[in-house]
C-alpha cells in the first residue's frame, strides 16, 4: 500500500508480457522465462478472437458448436453428407458432443439424419438446402469481419505468423500427450 492507501496495482491494466517475464525472473532467478514473451501474447489474442468470434455468431444468429458442423459438411463437398464419426474426426470433438450438435442442426432445418449407405450401423448426416444456404450467409459474413481484423498486418507479417502458427500447431499435435512435458 502507498502512504495515500492505494495498492501499487490499483488503476493497472495487465501486466504486459514483458512485465511478467521479469516478474518471474525475480521470483525464481534461473527458471527460463522467455515463453512468457510469446505464449502470453498468443493466449490473450486467441481469448480476444474468441470472444469477438462469439459475439459475431451471436448477432449472425449462430453458435460456434453448429457452425463447425454445417461448416464441415459444406466443406465436404457434394453431397454434403458425412457419418457422425467422420464429423467427430473432423471436428475433434467426442461422439456426444457431435450427437447433440446434430440434434439442434436438424431441429433447426439446418440437417438431416438418415442411415448411411457405407455402413450398417452409421448415421449420416446431410445439409438441407436452408443449412446451406443459413453455413454460406454466415460464414461469409464472419470471414469479412475476420479479414477486417487481420488488416493490421502486412502481408509479410501474416505469412510469418501462418508459417510459426502452423509449426508449432504441427509440433503439438505431434507430441505424445500422455509424455511429460
Given at each position: ?9 490499483d488503476d ?50 449462430m453458435d ?118
Amino acid at each position: 500500500m502507498s502512504e495515500t492507501g492505494e495498492s501499487p496495482l490499483d488503476d493497472v491494466g495487465p501486466l504486459s508480457a514483458e512485465e511478467i517475464a521479469r516478474a518471474w525472473e525475480r521470483e525464481l532467478p534461473g527458471v527460463a522465462t522467455s515463453s512468457i514473451l510469446l505464449l502470453t501474447p498468443l493466449w490473450r489474442v486467441a481469448k480476444l478472437l474468441a470472444d469477438q468470434r462469439r459475439r459475431t455468431l451471436r448477432t449472425l444468429g449462430m453458435d460456434a458448436g453448429t457452425l463447425d458442423l454445417v461448416s464441415t459438411l459444406r466443406r465436404s463437398g457434394p453431397p454434403y453428407s458425412l457419418t457422425t464419426r467422420q464429423l467427430g474426426e473432423q471436428s475433434l470433438v467426442t461422439a456426444g458432443a457431435i450427437s447433440q450438435r446434430v440434434a439442434r442442426a436438424e431441429e433447426d432445418g439446418l440437417v438431416v439424419r438418415e442411415p448411411s449407405a457405407a455402413a450398417r450401423r452409421a448415421v449420416a448426416v446431410t445439409l438441407t438446402s436452408a443449412g446451406h444456404a443459413e453455413v454460406e450467409r454466415v460464414v461469409a459474413s464472419l470471414l469479412a469481419h475476420e479479414e477486417r481484423i487481420l488488416e493490421r498486418l502486412t502481408p509479410a507479417q501474416r505469412a510469418a505468423l501462418e508459417d510459426g502458427l502452423a509449426s508449432l500447431l504441427d509440433d503439438l499435435l505431434s507430441d505424445d500427450p500422455t509424455e511429460p512435458a
